[in-house]
């Protein structure tokens, strides 16, 4: 079992890249994030997140509104832990079965995969850069976000020490460059038998 992790900012197109080498690699991609929603749609972490945030944090539907919630714990570090702490288990948990499953390549994708014991399993790690205000305008329009909103989100964000990866990719979002970078990325893997 190999992994390759690939982190950056929202925006930055590191999902794109992720997806496409796990497809050129024949190999599972996983999208952290997504695990992260499916935590909060749990009814027990649902229900302790409203013990903690207040029931405003349900929609019509009583389920988690992702938006309420990203606007209570993104400018506060320690509401954002509270976040953390109870839905990192489950999250955990799903990696763990996940990386059980035969498959040869996973490709964890997660703009916080740094902070957690994942990232010291990485065979590779990947940083993808991008023009911050390209990078901004792409997420106003692909989640249908205020500015505000936005940079409550960025407050939450990590600083990428460079030093900590194999590779930067410095996306200009061109289908040429993206596809030149999986190539070098699948090229070493193959030549190395990572």
């Not at 952290?32 to 929603?37: A, M, Q, R, S, V």
């Not at 997140?49 to 992702?66: P, Q, V, Y």
């Amino acid at each position: 079992m190999k992994l390759i992790g690939i982190t950056g900012k929202t925006g930055t197109g590191k999902s794109t890249i992720a997806r496409t080498l796990a497809q050129k690699l024949n190999g599972q991609y996983v999208d952290i994030d997504k695990i992260g929603h499916q935590a909060t749609s749990d009814p027990h972490i649902a229900k302790k997140l409203c013990d903690i945030f207040g029931s405003e944090l349900l929609d019509s539907n009583e389920t988690i509104d992702r938006k309420k919630l990203g606007n209570i714990v993104f400018s506060d570090t320690d509401k954002m832990q509270n976040l953390t702490d109870i839905t990192w288990k489950y999250m955990e948990q799903e990696l763990d079965n996940i990386l059980l499953q035969k498959q040869q390549y996973f490709v964890f994708d997660w703009a916080l995969l740094p902070k957690v014991k994942f990232w010291d399993m990485c065979n590779i790690k990947i940083l993808v850069i991008s023009d911050d205000i390209v990078r901004k305008e792409r997420i106003l329009e692909r989640d249908h976000i205020t500015s505000e909103y936005l940079e409550k989100r960025e407050s939450a964000t990590l600083d990428y020490s460079k030093l900590s990866f194999d590779f930067i990719f410095d996306n200009d979002y061109t289908k040429e460059s993206m596809n030149g970078f999986i190539k070098v990325i699948y090229d070493k893997i193959m030549n190395e038998n990572i």
